[in-house]
Every structure is written in C-alpha cells, then in structure tokens.
C-alpha cells in the first residue's frame, strides 16, 4: 500500500528534481556519501576471501602472485565503473533509477539476459551464505581449539564437530534476517568494516612475527615446488588459487543496491566511482599486505584459512579477537548479501498473489519502552526456511575452500565482467567492431577463459575431498 502512495507522488513531480524530503522518484531522500558507500563496498569485499590469499600466493609464487592479485583489482574497479554508468538509464543526472542488478539489465538489454542473470546473481548469493556459515563455524572452532592447546600445552588434538556451531551461527541469522531493508543496516556494516580490520591486522601482525622469528622471507619466485605436489596438482592448484584470488574480489553482484543509497547531486555515478577507487584500492593495498606476509610466513605450508589453518598456536588470546571478528563480520555480511535476495522474493511474492492476507499481513508486538515491532508472516516463515536451508548444506558439505573458489570462478565472469561490458555497450550504442568494442570484447573473452581455468581447478578440489567425505561428521 505505501509503495503505491510513493508512486503516485512520483508520477507528479518531474523526474529532474525532487523536493526537500522526497527524491525524483518520489522515495524517502537518500543520504549516503563517498564515505558511507566505501564502508559498504569494504564490507562486502573483505570478506573471509582475504584468509585465503597467502594459499593463493603459495601456489603462484613471488612473482605471479601479486601481479595476478593486482590484475583482478584493475579488472574488479573498471569494470565497476562501467557497471556504475548503469544505473540511470539515458541521462547520468535524471534517468530512469534502476534499483537492483537485475533492473540495470533488464533496462539495458531485457530478453532472456534478465533470467540468466537472475539465476546467476542468486544462486551466487545463496552459495555465499552457505560459505559464510562454514567460514564462522571453523573460526568458532578454531577459538576453542586454540584454548584447548593452550591448556593441554599443544598434547591434545582437540578435534571437534562443527555441526553444533553452524547451527549457533543459523539461529542468529534467523533472528538478523527479520530486520527489513537494506539502508537500516548502515551501522551493521561500519561495525563488519571495523571488524574485517581486525582480524586482517591480526593476520598481518602474525605473519610479520612469523616472518621475525624464522629470521628470513620464505617462499620462491614460482610458488610450491614440484615434489611437494605433483606436475597435474600444480596446475590444478594454480587454477584454483585464481578462483580464490576472483571471490576475494567479487562484489559488483550489490554494486547498484549501494548505488541507490548515494544522494545526489553530484550524480551517483561521479560518487560511485570514487567510492570503488577508494575502496577498491584500500582492498587491494590489505590483500598484497596479507597474502604475502603470510606466504613470506610459511611459504609452501602457507594454510588454506590463516587464521584457523593452525599456523600460529601463540599469542592465543590474539588469534581469539581475530576469529571472533571473523565471525562478527560474517554476521554482518551474511545479510549485507542475502538482503537483495529476501527482497526480490517477497516483491515477486506481492506482484503474483496481490490479494493475499499472508503476505501482506503485518503483526505488530509491543515492546516495553520501544516502538512497536512490525512482523510480516511470509517474511518470518521464508527468511527462516532460507537460513534453515544453507545451513543444513553448509553442514553436509563443510570443505567450502573449494566450493567457495568454484563460487568465485563462476559468479565472476557472468557478473564482474560480461553483464557490465555489456550493459555499458548498450547504454552507450558502440558501434559493432568498432575499436572500443572489439576491445570490450577481447577484454571480455579473456576474463572467461580465467574464470573457466578457475572453475577447473576448484572441482578437481571438491572431487578429491568426496573421497574422504562422510556426511554430517566434519571433524577438525
């Protein structure tokens, strides 16, 4: 009912200006900044991605390493850019807002593109949830085990079954994902930003000791000898520290949902630019930082998770903090992500049965010294289910390391790189094989062959940990 008032009132105010409580498109006036954006995009970027860089680095070594590492950033802020001048369609200041991804594409190039990128963009979501439940649970683990080696002076193995962990993790998200609406959660995502330094300066700080204590830099200019691993392994692993390297990075899959927070003038596209370089150069600057000083730490041996990989057993109480921001962020990203989602499905839920009580219906309950708190019916039972889902898959398949690069290899191309390249085409009618086009699309292409190395890698993964799988029993 209030979306249609906003509506009608956009329908009699022209699209340029607005008035002083309302935007052009009749929505409350938006109020993000460069700054508020960044938060948001750092956020999402430096996730639990950062924990597997020093692998990564292991396995491409010295030299490729950091190249590869900044190549993605390049890739990762200019096609961000492109995916930026997507969101008005025609004029930059006073075109059509799109409002999500999917929107952009379906304004730029409609058809059968909008169902593909909707499978896409949404099943990427519900892989990142599953991830983030498995990342808190080992980091929840990896708090009590390095206790218990305390304790036992490192004679205990400590092993211990993850399940009851991701269930902890599920059951606060059941309770987070009642909060409506994307914007409400600025102060989440300061805190989640506040966070990611934490445990990132924590890895940092015990790569560097590492480093101090060994007395040289490990690691060689072409990554893990052959010896250590097998000449195929070697090739396997390369392709998969790709996909690793390409999730770290992976975030123009919410691009435009944080766009449509920025205010305007200057346009949001001016603002959101600036907000991916900062953003996309203070990322790049931790991950160079990270993944090298913990390859420089433990070179071939450099662990899957940094943090959890049991590379450091002391000073425990610091691993302690770092992991507990690990999970406090993965919290925190876990909606930051999930939100679009729960968001299409409720909007598509109201267009198909407009009539029904069970969907529109909220249910107020008075809290003492509080407003009253609103709950929808279908948003409590669908939200619950959704977190109910990814949990129970996060405990059948816990070796996410590989999913998460699969994840990464497959979400990346179709929605980093083709959909903007694409999008941006349209917008801006570049001619077929023009030079700029040509170079779009050689740009493109080389992306896909990345991408699909990548994926290579992470199933050859995945297959080799089935062998040693039993379902419902990870033990750590």
């Not at 980093?416 to 094989?433: L, S």
């Amino acid at each position: 009912m209030v979306q249609h008032h906003q509506t009608v009132l956009a329908v009699d105010m022209p699209q340029t200006g607005g008035s002083k409580y309302l935007d052009d498109d009749g929505k409350v006036k938006r109020n993000g900044s460069v700054w508020t954006a960044s938060a948001h995009i750092i956020t999402a970027v430096i996730g639990s991605g950062v924990l597997s860089l020093a692998w990564a680095t292991a396995q491409l070594g010295w030299l490729a390493g950091p190249v590869v590492m900044l190549l993605f950033s390049a890739v990762t802020y200019f096609t961000s850019s492109l995916l930026a001048a997507c969101y008005r369609s025609g004029d930059p200041i006073s075109g059509k807002r799109n409002y999500t991804y999917m929107d952009a594409v379906r304004s730029n190039l409609g058809g059968v593109k909008v169902t593909l990128c909707g499978i896409v963009q949404y099943l990427n979501i519900f892989g990142v949830a599953i991830g983030y439940t498995i990342a808190s649970a080992i980091s929840m683990m990896a708090i009590k085990r390095s206790n218990c080696f305390h304790k036992s002076g490192g004679k205990d193995p400590c092993h211990m079954n993850s399940n009851p962990y991701m269930i902890a993790f599920g059951l606060v998200q059941i309770l987070f994902s009642q909060i409506p609406d994307f914007d409400q959660l600025w102060w989440l995502s300061i805190l989640a930003a506040v966070m990611s330094f934490t445990y990132s300066s924590a890895g940092l700080a015990l790569g560097i000791a590492q480093v101090v204590v060994n007395g040289k830099v490990k690691g060689s200019l072409t990554g893990i000898s052959i010896g250590a691993v097998t000449e195929t392994q070697k090739i396997w692993r390369t392709f998969q520290a790709l996909g690793d390297i390409a999730f770290a990075y992976s975030y123009s899959i919410i691009l435009i949902e944080i766009q449509d927070t920025v205010k305007s003038p200057p346009s949001e596209e001016k603002t959101m630019k600036k907000a991916t370089l900062v953003s996309v150069s203070v990322t790049t600057m931790f991950y160079m930082l990270c993944g090298c000083m913990g390859y420089a730490a433990f070179g071939d041996l450099s662990p899957g998770n940094l943090l959890t990989g049991f590379g450091f057993y002391n000073p425990y109480w610091l691993l302690d903090i770092a992991n507990a921001a690990i999970v406090i962020h993965l919290i925190g990203a876990y909606q930051v992500y999930c939100q679009p989602l729960f968001a299409f499905v409720e909007k598509q839920a109201s267009i198909r049965f407009p009539d029904s009580e069970f969907i529109a219906k909220d249910i107020k309950i008075p809290i003492p010294g509080f407003k009253h708190l609103r709950l929808n019916v279908f948003r409590l039972i669908w939200r619950t289910v959704f977190v109910i889902i990814t949990t129970v898959i996060s405990m059948l398949l816990p070796f996410f390391n590989d999913v998460v690069g699969l994840l990464g290899a497959l979400g990346f191309w179709p929605l980093t790189v083709y959909f903007p390249v694409e999008m941006y085409i349209a917008q801006k009618k570049i001619p077929r094989w023009s030079t700029r086009w040509v170079c779009l699309q050689v740009f493109s292409s080389g992306c896909l062959v990345i991408s699909i190395a990548a994926a290579a890698g992470s199933i050859a993964g995945v297959l080799l940990d089935l062998k040693s799988y039993k379902p419902f029993r990870s033990e750590y």
